[in-house]
T-cell receptor, first 110, second 113 residues
């Protein structure tokens, strides 16, 4: 059973628009959450982490975490063509290892 | 900053062949990982290692062996390549503990004829 589910599977937004990506986990032991971005032909790179309920903003990127509902989201404002990539949510408890989500393919259309 | 190097970049094998992929990191991280990614889809953990000579199975370990010869290197062996198999194998490393991000290499693309 996939412990981390992402939606939508793919997303297309116009340049300058807002992209919203969602992630839901099924394990209440998860304490640490990340968003990773993977451009074509490269390995994923961590975008940002969020460990506490609420919002965390880094430039054009804002992550939101609600542990009670096991939901984390990523919002990208003023989307750029360079933001076109595969985005992964990852979650981890205090032991073991990060569980990666199913991924959302984002396309920003000029 | 550090870097993760994976060799080879492309690997073509025959059905039933034993194939080895290598990974080196200079972050001085204790924990290293091997993932499989099928055609732009999600990452599935094959093996990870929290220190030299340690091996832990992930969700997809059947059909694979791994070896952590030293802190900086982690190898993955496909024990018997499956015909028409195509995937990208990604190596990653991190500091040990829950709050640390993973750093990924560029991947090895496997094709089995």
């Amino acid at each position: 059973q996939q412990k981390v589910q992402q939606s939508p599977e793919s997303l297309s937004v116009p340049e300058g628009g807002m992209a919203s990506l969602n992630c839901t986990s099924s394990d209440r032991n998860f304490q640490y959450f990340w968003w990773y971005r993977q451009h074509s032909g490269e390995g994923p790179k961590a975008l940002m982490s969020i460990f506490s309920d609420g919002d965390k903003k880094e430039g054009r990127f804002t992550a939101h975490l609600n542990k009670a509902s096991l939901h984390v989201s990523l919002h990208i404002r003023d989307s750029q063509p360079s933001d076109s990539a595969l985005y992964f949510c990852a979650a981890r408890d205090s032991g073991t290892y990060q569980r990666f989500g199913t991924g959302t393919k984002l396309q920003v259309v000029p | 900053g550090g870097i993760i190097t994976q060799t080879p970049k492309f690997l073509i094998g025959q059905e039933g062949q034993k194939l080895t992929l290598k990974c080196q990191q200079n972050f001085n991280h204790d924990t290293m990982y091997w993932y499989r990614q099928d055609s732009g889809k999600g990452l599935r953990l094959i093996y990870y290692s929290i220190t030299e000579n340690d091996l832990q199975k992930g969700d997809l370990s059947e059909g694979y062996d791994a070896s952590r010869e030293k802190k900086s290197s982690f190898s993955l062996t496909v024990t018997s390549a499956q015909k028409n198999e195509m995937a990208v194998f990604l190596c990653a490393s991190s500091m040990t503990g829950g709050a640390w991000e993973q750093y990924f290499g560029p991947g090895t693309r496997l094709t089995v004829l």
